[in-house]
């Protein structure tokens, strides 16, 4: 297909020196300065493809090659914002692989007969504000409240937080993601590539076991109610669950509030939180089921309260079966034999697949690191990742 891998390392390199950040890493928060320097950037490369580009009322930026024919369109991308500290590649590869893609197409194909898009979506991540999927959920016309420092934020960029339901789209037909696995297991196995087939749910709970504050050395271990060392039984429960299960199951306590949190007092209250996640959402309820059942019990042998209160919820989301047979293809034209994966992270594709077919492609993290510094693929992969987008956009629209 032609990809320039020149000009795709430049690209990247480029955007990753936008909100570089003096302690490694870079960050592109929504609507902050080094964001809106990152979306013109992009701007000026779709503009200088030949595209025609627009900003939707959130500020997602899309670039557009007319069809020969009338219809919906093909779309890629992915999210232009990052974590602090973030990678160079996590979103930005999505992005920069999609223009790389359809200049190629472009180049060597003509016109296509569908129509084909690029997008640089606004937010993913829910770094500045708690606005995950921000970007992508206004796609679907999923948002219908607007934060008051998020509106004071969109003003600051030009953009009318009044306005945000004419971001809706009904008018794409596909929705294909170029994207690093973010994990170990393609790497592990020796892959080169995978087609994504389904992104986990997700579901956060927060606990709060409560027992009673003590004096650490005039009270008994029988006599104590310590609500850490009832946590501490609840944490390794709910490992030892997890793995019983299997992949793609997985529990992960990533917070933990220890009161009073002195030296000589056993503890009288602890809060914790757990991310559940699974690819199919009966075996995702079944072991936040299991966890909630034994922690309770736990709890119940130890004399400790317990409250467990829901965070957040999102179900897995399956990839479009005939997407992924098409990503299938297109990368056994290319010669690869893709692996097929479920992802453990979340994904615009994910919202947008309520809209639209989606399918996603992974090209391997070295080291299995993400969301860091040291977020690295190697360039053979990424120029494969691009070349095998390119040819599923080529059965797409052409």
């Given amino acids: 297909m032609g990809i320039d891998r020149t ?36 701007e000026r490369w779709l503009k200088d493809a030949g595209l025609t580009t627009r900003r939707d009322a959130v500020g997602n930026l899309w670039g ?48 296509p007969r569908r129509p084909l898009e690029i997008v640089a979506i606004c937010e993913e991540e829910g770094s500045r504000f708690a606005t995950s999927f921000w970007g992508s959920r206004a796609i679907t016309g999923a948002i219908d409240s607007v934060d008051a420092d998020i509106a ?5 960029r030009g953009l009318d937080p009044t306005k945000i339901a004419s971001a809706a789209r009904d008018d794409i037909d596909t929705f294909v993601e170029l994207h690093i696995e973010q994990g170990r297991v393609l790497e592990s196995s020796g892959g080169t590539l995978a087609v994504v087939s389904a992104i986990v749910g997700t579901v956060h709970l927060e606990l709060a076991v409560t027992g009673r504050p003590d004096h ?13 060392a009832g946590a501490a039984a609840m944490i390794q429960a709910l490992e030892s669950i997890a793995r019983s299960l299997g992949k793609p199951a997985v529990a992960t306590v990533g917070k933990l509030r220890v009161e009073p949190d002195q030296i000589n007092v056993v503890p009288g209250r602890v809060i914790l939180t757990i991310d559940l996640r699974h ?20 709890a119940s042998e130890r004399r400790l309260g317990l409250d467990i209160r829901m965070l957040q919820e999102r179900p897995p989301v399956p990839m479009h079966a005939e997407v992924r047979a098409l990503l299938t293809q297109a990368a056994s034209d290319s010669g690869v034999q893709a692996a097929e994966l479920v992802s453990g992270a979340g994904h615009d594709a994910q919202i947008l697949a309520a809209r639209c077919r989606v399918g996603m492609l992974f090209v391997p993290s070295i080291g299995g690191r993400s969301h860091c510094p040291d977020e690295a693929t190697d360039p053979a992969h990424l120029v494969l990742g691009t070349e095998v987008l390119a040819r599923a956009l080529h059965l797409l629209a052409y």
């Fill in 7 to 42: 000009v795709l390392e430049r690209r990247l390199d480029e955007l990753y020196t936008i909100g570089a950040e003096p302690d490694g890493g870079a960050y592109r928060p929504l609507y902050g300065a080094a964001w809106a320097t990152a979306v013109e950037r992009v």
């Fill in 64 to 111: 557009r090659a007319e069809g020969t024919d009338k219809g919906k369109s093909i779309a890629t991308g992915s999210h232009i914002d990052t974590v602090r500290h973030g990678g160079r590649l996590d979103g930005a590869l999505g992005i920069v692989a999609g223009l790389t893609a359809v200049e190629a197409l472009l180049k060597d194909k003509g016109k």
């Fill in 152 to 156: 004071a934020a969109m003003r600051e």
């Fill in 216 to 228: 650490a050395g005039t009270t008994p271990m029988d006599l104590r109610l310590d609500a850490l």
């Fill in 279 to 298: 690819a199919d959402l009966t075996a995702r309820r079944a072991l936040e089921a299991r966890i909630r059942s034994l922690c309770s019990t736990i």
